[in-house]
């Protein structure tokens, strides 16, 4: 505990000198702790120490934690659920019944499962489109690695956006990236200053749309995120140390 304890005071002190240093206010920042792969004990122990938004990557993995997580702290337990992962059709329910936000949509099929089973739980869930602005075949999302100069990446850009705002049951919030691997540091900076600069153009290019999240930075690149607009980062390894399998 005492060192889950140290672990997450340290990167809440790098998220405020992080945000400080850019001129940001740190309270707009929101640390999503990624506990995928992680018991629900270690939840538990995260949530002793005042972590209150977690990560999971997988629908099952959250629809196992979530029930017995309320089971001990009961319903209103103020924790705010992340679903981060690429999600596949067959897991939408459990999505759409288990996740608060949803980080990753990255298919319009994906959307409209989502939003109808959504309606099914009577609920609406807020939604980051996922957008590839790094052209890595490797990276999920929406491609957008050419999209200030490409007409076609731009309509479709638009189309899904324009899509997703028609869906009853979800809320587009934000987008969210991930920057490359192993990469000089201006090369990831580049990634996230361009998501930041798409979010303003779609809300130029797509009437009434306002996107006030962007879901950008991991343990080895978050405070770059965070110069360069992020609202949410996802931190895992920093706080809990080496995955747990």
């Known amino acids: 505990m005492d060192t889950l304890t140290t672990r997450y005071e340290q990167v809440l002190q790098r998220i405020t000198k992080a945000a400080q240093h850019a001129g940001r206010n740190p309270a707009n920042i929101t640390l999503v702790s990624v506990t995928k792969t992680w018991p629900a004990e270690t939840v538990l122990a995260a949530y002793e120490t005042g972590m209150r938004h ?18 001990t702290l009961g319903t209103d337990n103020g924790i705010t659920w992340h679903l981060i992962g690429t999600l596949q059709s067959r897991k939408t329910r459990l999505a759409a019944e288990h996740a608060d936000v949803f980080h990753a949509l990255d298919r319009s099929k994906i959307a409209a499962r989502l939003s109808e089973q959504a309606g099914d739980f009577q609920r609406r869930l807020p939604i980051f489109l996922e957008v590839n602005v790094s052209g890595e075949m490797s990276k999920s999302g929406f491609s957008a690695h050419n999209w200030e100069n490409d007409a076609t990446q731009q309509a479709k850009l638009r189309t899904m956006v324009q899509a997703v705002m028609d869906m009853p049951h979800l809320e587009l919030v934000g987008l969210m990236t991930m920057a490359p691997w192993d990469v000089p540091e201006n090369e990831i900076r580049t990634v996230f200053r361009r998501t930041r600069e798409l979010a303003g153009w779609l809300e130029t290019a797509v009437s009434g749309l306002t996107l006030p999240y962007l879901s950008m930075g991991m343990t080895d690149d978050f405070e770059i995120a965070i110069a360069e607009g992020a609202t949410h980062v996802r931190v895992g390894r920093a706080i809990f140390g080496s995955r747990h399998t």
């Open 54 to 71: 977690f990560g999971e990557n997988r629908p099952e993995e959250l629809g196992e934690k979530r029930p017995f997580i309320e089971s």
